[in-house]
Each structure stands twice: as structure tokens, then as C-alpha cells.
């Protein structure tokens, strides 16, 4: 709980503080920047800034009021933390479309203050236009972890079941490269679930 009020009054701090005026009208190509901060597990405040487009701030509004919802109907999602998608911290795991560390960069790390967390590629989009949009499920082709563990697994979360056989499965140590992954036939969307522990 205390955790969840430090990271609750940094937030709003951070939003003071780095949106003391109003915001200036911008078009959905302007990129418009976003701070993360975060306290370790030691106490010190770290923070991130990228730039988002305007359509990619909706996006996220939309997803916290879908939340805002489901928790006031009493609808719950996975009580395991989140991974943070961030390309620029060190720690960061690395997912590639591609064989060989080639194609789209998917990047995710753990929260420092959790011990494990967990990233649902089936709801992370490629970057690539196509219709109907592809997802990361099943499209990881390679990978280079940062300082934690973890594996991509085929599971199934609402009731928080993993499978290792015959579904896919791909267990990585920290610091370990993957130069190919193959698909599994019969399992197109799978691995669907990357975790990393510390």
C-alpha cells in the first residue's frame, strides 16, 4: 500500500511539475512528451520521457477508463504486475520480429519494486499496417534479455494457467541472446505471454 501512495504522489508531482501550464493545442502528428517516473526498491526516483502522438494519449485515456469501469463493475485483470513497455532502460528485455535481432523492437522491462511481472502480447500490436491488425503473439523471432529472467509461454490468463508442452515455450537466462525462434505449427498466436523475475 505503501508503494501505491509513493507512486500515486510522484505521479502527481511529476504532473505538476512538468505540466505547470496548459498544455498548447497540437495536431495528431505533433509528438507531445510524456514523463514516466518510478522509485526503486532502494528509494531513488528514476524518470523517462518520450513523445507520443496525440491518437496514442487517447488511446491510453480510452484504456484507463475501461479500467475505471471494470473495477467499479467489480471485473478484475491479472493480479500480477504489468511489464512496462520502454526501450531506453538498460534492464530492458528485447523482443524482434525477426530472426538474427532483425524486424520490429518490442521492449519490456520489470518494475523494479515488483519481483515478477508479465506482458500479454496478444494485446500489443505490430507496428506494421495491416488489416486485421497482427499482434506480438507468435511473432517473436528472436530475443536479448536485460538483467532479469523470464520466458515467453503459451498460457491462458484468466485463470492464470501456463503450458510448456506442446505449446511454445522459450525459457532465457538474464543477459541471454536468441538469435531464432521458431513457430510452432498448430500454435500461430503462441508464445502469448512474456514474464520476466528478478
Not at 506480438?136 to 494457467?161: E, K, Q, Y
Amino acid at each position: 500500500m505503501k508503494s501505491s501512495c509513493a507512486w500515486m504522489l510522484i505521479c502527481a508531482v511529476g504532473l505538476s511539475l512538468g505540466c505547470g501550464a496548459e498544455a498548447p493545442q497540437t495536431s495528431d502528428e505533433e509528438l507531445i512528451p510524456q514523463t514516466v517516473a518510478w522509485v526503486n526498491d532502494d528509494g531513488t526516483l528514476e524518470q523517462h520521457t518520450s513523445y507520443v502522438t496525440r491518437a496514442e494519449l487517447q488511446a491510453q485515456a480510452s484504456a484507463r477508463e475501461a479500467q475505471r469501469i471494470a473495477a467499479l463493475e467489480g471485473r478484475t485483470a491479472s493480479q500480477i504486475p504489468s511489464l512496462i513497455i520502454d526501450c531506453n532502460n538498460s534492464n530492458t528485455l528485447w523482443l524482434f520480429s525477426g530472426t538474427n535481432y532483425t524486424g520490429a523492437k518490442l521492449c519490456l522491462y520489470r518494475n523494479p519494486v515488483s519481483s515478477v511481472g508479465l506482458a500479454d502480447l496478444s494485446r500489443i500490436q505490430l507496428p506494421f499496417i495491416s488489416f486485421p491488425p497482427r499482434y506480438w503473439a507468435g511473432a517473436v523471432r528472436s530475443l536479448s534479455a536485460g538483467i532479469d529472467a523470464g520466458n515467453l509461454a503459451t498460457c491462458d490468463l484468466v485463470p492464470a494457467r501456463c503450458y510448456t508442452a506442446p505449446a511454445p515455450y522459450v525459457g532465457f537466462t538474464a543477459w541471454q541472446n536468441i538469435a531464432s525462434i521458431s513457430a510452432v505449427p498448430g500454435y500461430p498466436n503462441a508464445p502469448n505471454t512474456a514474464w520476466l523475475n528478478d
